[in-house]
């Protein structure tokens, strides 16, 4: 038994959020999930086992896919309450608790206590820090206590106790020093929420501490993709900009709408307006015709019974009326009767109501979302001219290598004409970036730093192609390295292995980097499955990738333990299935068979060789944004 098999792990979110306005803490918003769900990504690879102490919201705490425990005890008694509560579920020896508003949980919490608790024959062990001048600051909410200890702190509860220090004085206890103080910081406002959210930028290393077992030279590509997520940040900015000039843009905030759509219960047809009361449950039935509705021209009339109204797409019922009939349902007897049989229509039949598709107070669109065409005619129908959009992202791209040269200079021997440039251009151009083209940085490292310095004091992110794999030269990584946070990754994938990111920072400004790879394929690749995604984060959007499903035509070899992306020809099969055949050769470098497929096919990393006929993964390259 590993020594994380013998710790449960508990996340405390059973407080009502007194200080922070009586809300539950641990399902505030904080850099794109909350705080809760940061907990769990922390405290999961620690322990055996996770679960939620909580009084209020169970099924949302639940949707992150743990256990879900309310207090025991009744009248929201505090932490020691959850841990109580814990304890009697507890499967473990041990119990490791957390608070639900700490989401810089250190990722070696559990094996620092564990270690002190054994090396002292402790029964529970507990956090402390001490910042500079300051006396020690303990935080027994981050606490590993042994399972047994359960009677001696529900004896403490019955008899009124609730101070978290309180109840173990007659138990062995030791404190674990812990150096980072603002890993065991507790977010009670949200202001502070806020201003954390805003100010204090994650670390590489905070993010892939949550990776059990995170490694740089095999890193899956969902991992990659994690990381990546998990680390951007979005632009804050937001712009008021008129309707017309939104395409494109995303939405800061939700459009609320102000008017009910459609604005009264209308005809969805042309017809006759009656009372289902009217319809003849068999035989036929006569009715007057007392005049006429037509779309946007509301009347006073008042059909009674055995009375109908002729009324046109859009027109507004009148008073009394439930249902439409259709003008070819029905036998006309001059202007002034009609005759329905039964059976033709049911009460309440081709009637829209009232805010239908929207109602008054409802989002139209959401925060997030990449405005439309169709989104402009939605707005423009609840009479709103201008909308709130994140600004722009900056992006900055040059690509590195002696060897390359721009069009219209003419080849030396050894060298090639720059693709990569005019494809990335093309990637960010068609994501609404507003692009910095820094052209090519020859293999030179002051050339090199110049360049990227001046990227990141220009731009909100920085994407270079060539320059990061294993044959590239060292000053390469030592530069960016040494401007801020990155790292390096082999990732588990064909093409594109090799994969530089992280954030660098020159003269007060940062920029969030991703080195791609050079060859010209692998650039398309790893932009669409890392830079894509992390560049619309940056954006405030939400645009995840589409995969469909179709069926191979022949068969595709495919080494399993790791994914693969080859180029594809997706097309309509004999039987309306959608086929794919893949475009010949896969090499990283040929980048006309790119130019020559609509589609990627995507071979996920547990998968071995794929049979004629097998279904796969396919991204389509029209419609990317």
């Known amino acids: 038994m590993t020594e994380q098999a013998s710790i449960s792990g508990l996340i405390l979110a059973g407080g009502r959020g007194t200080r922070m306005g009586q809300v539950d803490k641990g399902l505030q918003p904080f850099r794109g999930k909350t705080m809760a769900a940061h907990v769990l990504e922390r405290l999961a690879p620690q322990v055996a086992s996770v679960a939620v102490n909580a009084n209020q919201n169970l099924d949302t705490y639940a949707a992150l896919g743990v256990p879900v425990w309310p207090d025991d005890l009744s009248g929201f008694a505090g932490p020691l309450a959850g841990m109580e509560t814990g304890m009697r579920r507890c499967q473990t020896e041990f119990l490791l608790t957390a608070p639900c508003d700490s989401p810089f949980l250190p990722p070696d919490l559990a094996a620092r206590l564990l270690a002190a608790l054994r090396e002292q024959d402790a029964d529970l062990a507990f956090a402390v820090t001490q910042e500079p001048g300051q006396r020690p600051q303990p935080h027994p909410v981050f606490c590993l206590v042994k399972a047994s200890l359960l009677p001696i702190l529900s004896s403490y509860l019955r008899e009124g106790g609730r101070r978290m220090d309180g109840w173990y004085k007659d138990v062995k206890a030791v404190e674990v020093p812990f150096e980072d103080a603002d890993a065991f910081r507790n977010i009670n406002t949200l202001d502070e929420l806020h201003s954390l959210d805003t100010a204090r930028a994650p670390r590489l290393a905070d993010v892939t501490s949550c990776l059990s077992s995170y490694d740089p030279d095999a890193l899956p590509v969902k991992d990659a993709q994690r990381i990546i997520r998990d680390f951007v940040q979005p632009v804050q900015a937001v712009e008021q900009v008129a309707l017309r000039a939104a395409l ?54 008042v059909p009674q019974a055995g009375e109908c109204v002729r009324i046109m797409t859009g027109g507004v019922m009148p008073e009394g009326c439930d249902s439409v009939i259709p003008q070819e349902f029905v036998a006309e007897e001059g202007e002034e009767s009609i005759v329905i049989a039964a059976g033709v229509l049911k009460p309440g039949d081709n009637r829209r109501f009232a ?59 050894g060298s090639v004409y720059d693709s990569n440039r005019y494809t990335i251009y093309g990637m960010l151009q068609r994501l609404g970036c507003d692009i910095i083209d820094m052209g090519i940085v020859r293999d030179d490292p002051a050339a090199l730093e110049e360049a990227l310095r001046s990227a990141c004091e220009n731009a909100d992110a920085i ?29 588990g994938m064909r093409p594109g292995r090799p994969l530089a990111f992280g954030r660098i920072a020159s003269n007060g400004h940062n920029a969030f980097l991703f080195g791609l790879p050079g060859n010209p394929v692998a650039v398309m690749v790893s932009f669409y499955f890392f830079a894509r995604d992390a560049l619309l984060r940056m954006m405030g959007a939400d ?35 959608p086929q794919v055949r893949i475009t010949g050769s896969q090499g990283s470098g040929i980048l006309h068979s790119m130019s020559e497929a609509n589609c990627m096919v995507v071979l996920h990393d547990g998968q071995g060789n794929v049979a004629a006929g097998d279904m796969v993964d396919v991204l389509m390259f029209e419609g990317l944004v």
């Open 248 to 301: 494109g843009r995303v939405l800061a905030r939700d459009i609320v709408s102000p008017i009910n759509v459609p604005a009264h219960d209308n005809s969805a047809m042309d017809g006759y307006a009656l009372r289902g009361a009217d319809l003849p449950q068999d035989g036929q039935v006569r009715l007057r015709v007392i005049g006429t509705v037509y779309a946007g021209k509301p009347t006073g009339l």
């Open 355 to 413: 805010g239908e598709d929207l109602k008054a107070g409802s989002a139209a669109l959401a925060a997030g979302k990449i405005i439309r065409p169709a989104d402009l005619g939605l707005v423009a129908s609840l009479g709103i001219a201008e909308v709130p959009v994140r600004r722009r992202l900056r992006v900055a791209f040059f690509s590195t290598g002696d060897e390359l040269r721009s069009i219209g200079q003419a080849l030396d021997e």
């Open 463 to 491: 994407v270079t192609s060539g320059g990061v794999s294993v044959g590239a030269a060292d000053y390469t990584k030592q530069i960016m390295a040494r401007l801020g946070d990155v790292t390096f990754w082999k990732i």
């Open 543 to 577: 645009a995840p990738l589409p995969l469909l499903r179709a069926r191979s035509v022949g068969a595709i070899r495919k080494k399993s333990g790791r994914t693969e992306y080859q180029r594809g020809i997706l097309a309509q099969g004999e039987d309306g299935v």
